[in-house]
């Protein structure tokens, strides 16, 4: 109950500034504002968003599944972005960084156009990365709808109420579970219908309206790829040392475990445009 009301607390608030300064900024700069409304619109019916660190000139499109909480844990430090509960001894942590939607709208939008800015995201092999959005969301987890009140599982949700409008036949309840197999057909079915972010089309997240990215790095060789971040922010040695530590590791694994009985030619039609724009290999054996 408590996380429920924290997070609409701050939601409230948060809207009631940022509709404030939209205000303000259709006044005194309605370039940024029109870019901001347009870019606005376009997230919120995906529920999609975008990180910004405007102290730092960095912007940054989460996809799930490729290291975000390494990425939003490193950008919330990198520009000192504490957050505080309501409740107890206020203890500060770092956790997720701004949203686009929670800075002042001209510093989104100089970040958002400047040539100076890092804009990027890191995309990984769709392969590899269905696997870990299973073993992670569905793998032995109960088919029941979460709890009222509760943070409770937001993907089982959503499979259960796209099932009962879809495919009655798949599985649910308490004492059943999706293999992965059956994972897989439902991924390939919502990958383009911004169901659940953990299995939607990684082309399709980072094409949003007015954003070109300068840095696309890959979570096969994330920690060369994160060093250019590191080296963009000029990052403490402190943190260096850090950031590279994995958070919510998946364990090593055998693709071929999981790809049977025609599989890795289905999901290679579901997910072709991001093996071709992030040129990764239909192969099952070359994930990088």
Not at 44 to 65: A, G, M
Not at 248 to 261: S, V
């Amino acid at each position: 109950m408590r996380f429920h009301v924290d997070r609409y607390l701050k939601d409230m608030c948060l809207r009631a500034r940022q509709n404030w300064r939209l205000k303000q900024a259709q006044r005194s700069s309605p370039e940024a504002a029109a870019a901001y409304s347009e870019v606005h619109s376009y997230l919120e019916e995906r529920s999609h968003t975008l990180d910004v660190v405007t102290k730092k000139n960095i912007l940054y499109v989460p996809i799930q599944k490729n290291a975000t909480s390494l990425i939003r844990r490193s950008l919330s430090e990198l520009g000192d972005m504490r957050s505080y509960s309501i409740y107890g001894n206020r203890v500060a942590k770092y956790g997720n960084p701004a949203t686009f939607d929670e800075v002042p709208i001209e510093d989104f939008y100089r970040v958002l156009t400047s040539p100076d800015a890092f804009r990027f995201t890191l995309t990984r092999n769709p392969y590899d990365r269905l696997v870990s959005a299973w073993a992670s969301k569905f793998d032995g987890v109960p088919l029941v709808p979460s709890k009222r009140f509760s943070r409770g599982n937001p993907s089982i949700d959503t499979y259960l109420k796209w099932r009962q409008a879809s495919d009655s036949s798949l599985p649910e309840g308490a004492g059943q579970s999706l293999s992965f197999e059956q994972f897989a057909d439902y991924a390939m079915a919502v990958c383009e219908q911004w169901e659940d972010p953990h299995i939607q089309t990684q082309s399709s997240m980072i094409d949003v309206p007015l954003l070109e990215l300068n840095f696309i790095g890959k979570f096969e060789s994330l920690n060369q790829d994160i060093t250019r971040l590191l080296d963009f922010s000029n990052a403490s040695d402190e943190l260096r040392d850090r950031v590279l530590v994995p958070v919510n590791p998946t364990a090593p694994k055998d693709l071929t475990d999981y790809y049977k009985n025609g599989l890795t030619e289905k999901v290679y039609q579901a997910y072709e445009q991001d093996f071709d724009r992030f040129q990764y290999s239909s192969d099952l054996g070359q994930l990088a």
